[in-house]
Nanobody, 116 residues
Framework: QVQLVESGGGLVQAGGSLRLSCKASRSIGSIHHMGWYRQAPGKQRELVASITNSDYTNYQNSVKGRFTISRDNAENTVYLQMDNLKPEDTAVYYC??????????WGQGTQVTVSS
């Protein structure tokens, strides 16, 4: 089992920045997939960015060039740096992790609200 705790969400104006953190309850060095997903009201949950334990990253097209995912194995933490935020980025952001299945474990989510 892996418990994930997100933090760093909040209210920010358009063009601003936030950094989300996802702290895992155990070492993440052997966890192959870690990622950030988001769900806006009335919409399906979608992948925002993911990173493997070999540091391969993948981004949703709408956040490329604005968001950066990274992992700190020593701190058992994955980060999502979000710059130039837009109102359409407003959603609950979830951290997920998995070994063979990327979304075996989920955090409780953190709200990000971007005002125009």
């Amino acid at each position: 089992q892996v418990q994930l705790v997100e933090s760093g969400g909040g209210l920010v104006q358009a063009g601003g920045s936030l950094r989300l953190s996802c702290k895992a309850s155990r070492s993440i060095g052997s966890i192959h997939h870690m990622g950030w997903y988001r769900q806006a009201p009335g919409k399906q949950r979608e992948l925002v960015a993911s990173i493997t334990n070999s540091d391969y990253t993948n981004y949703q097209n709408s956040v490329k060039g604005r968001f950066t995912i990274s992992r700190d194995n020593a701190e058992n933490t994955v980060y999502l740096q979000m710059d130039n935020l837009k109102p359409e980025d407003t959603a609950v952001y979830y951290c997920a992790a998995g070994y063979s299945i990327p979304t075996s474990y989920w955090g409780q989510g953190t709200q990000v609200t971007v005002s125009s």
